[in-house]
């Protein structure tokens, strides 16, 4: 936290030499802060500076946005992207989600697909059941290779439709979940979902739950096939597609300032919006074999 040295007299230079002053008490111990609190304090830092302390400007260099990416089960395509979000260079705060109502894994057949529930059935006891099952067969179809990236990435595949923006997410940091610090707040400034459905799917979402924040953000489509090796190469452009944004956005802010940011409102922000049209365009032209989509939705 930032703060400013301030000039105070100091009460002991009125005392005499020759007399024996009584040490003054103990301080009162301080006030402990609750996880809530302290996510508080963390949150309002940037906004509030301390009281008779010039705000000091910040360092854009180092600005982050924050990324939420979705496929089908939150499984192979949005996980490939978590990861080399979480794992870039100059890595991201990063969530994933799936859109299905369950998790469905390839079986033994079409027509018997390994199924799971969202949010409370884990990576690990997903590949542990699969390995018992037959593990040659699941070894081969790169299902326990998957799941062992998973597992490692975060506890259990979550569905976006019960996510509930703004609530915080400080046990997935306790849990250990790559790309979760940054995101305690419970929001992110884009999302990027890897199939038109998905795509859809979020988009209702958000307009069911009615905008409570009133808070920007901005809802892209990559449109990935669903195997190993497209989501590899998916997972590469839409990392392009972050550092594009993210680049447009820390200069905005260098510019015009961070006032209003995070609310969506603000030069930087609108600027910033605005922009978002046409850095799409030039990634386009990059990466002309996945087509994209983009909206404004709010949370």
């Given amino acids: 936290m930032l703060s400013c040295p301030k000039m105070a007299a100091d009460p002991r230079l009125a005392i005499v030499a020759s007399s024996t002053p009584e040490p003054p008490p103990p301080p009162p111990p301080p006030p402990e802060l609750s996880p809530m609190s302290i996510l508080d304090l963390a949150v309002n830092t940037e906004e509030r500076p301390e009281e008779g302390c010039a ?53 033994p057949s079409i027509t018997q697909p390994n199924v799971y529930s969202f949010n409370s059935t884990s990576y690990a ?30 506890w259990a ?7 509930v923006p703004g609530m915080p997410r400080i046990d997935h940091v306790a849990k250990g979940d790559k790309g979760s610090l940054g ?6 400034d884009v999302i990027i979902t890897c199939e038109e459905r998905c795509w859809d799917a979020v988009i209702e979402d958000l307009m069911n739950k009615g905008s409570p924040l009133n808070r920007p953000v901005h809802v892209f489509n990559v449109d ?13 452009a839409i990392l392009d597609l972050a550092d594009s944004l993210n680049e447009a956005a820390s200069q905005e802010r260098k510019s015009n300032g961070a006032e ?9 922000r609108r600027s910033f919006d605005e922009k978002v049209p046409e850095i799409l365009a030039a990634w386009q032209e990059r ?13």
């Fill in 55 to 107: 705000e000091l400007p910040l360092d854009d260099s180092s600005y982050k946005l924050k990324f939420c990416t979705v496929c089908a089960s939150n499984q192979n395509r949005s996980m490939e992207a978590h990861l080399r979000l979480a794992t870039a260079p100059t890595s991201y705060p990063v969530i994933s989600f799936g859109t299905g109502s369950l998790v469905r894994l390839p079986g």
């Fill in 125 to 154: 006891q997903m590949y542990d059941e699969l390995n018992a099952k037959d593990q040659r067969l699941y070894r081969n179809n790169g299902l326990l290779n998957m799941l062992e990236r998973n597992k490692n990435l975060k």
């Fill in 157 to 163: 595949p979550e569905r976006f439709q019960d996510w």
């Fill in 183 to 188: 995101t305690e707040g419970g929001v992110v």
């Fill in 224 to 236: 990935i096939r669903d195997n190993h090796e497209e989501a590899l190469i998916g997972s590469k």
């Fill in 260 to 268: 209003g940011w995070e609310n969506g409102t603000g030069d930087a």
């Fill in 287 to 299: 990466w002309p074999n996945l087509l994209a989509l983009w909206t404004l939705a709010w949370f």
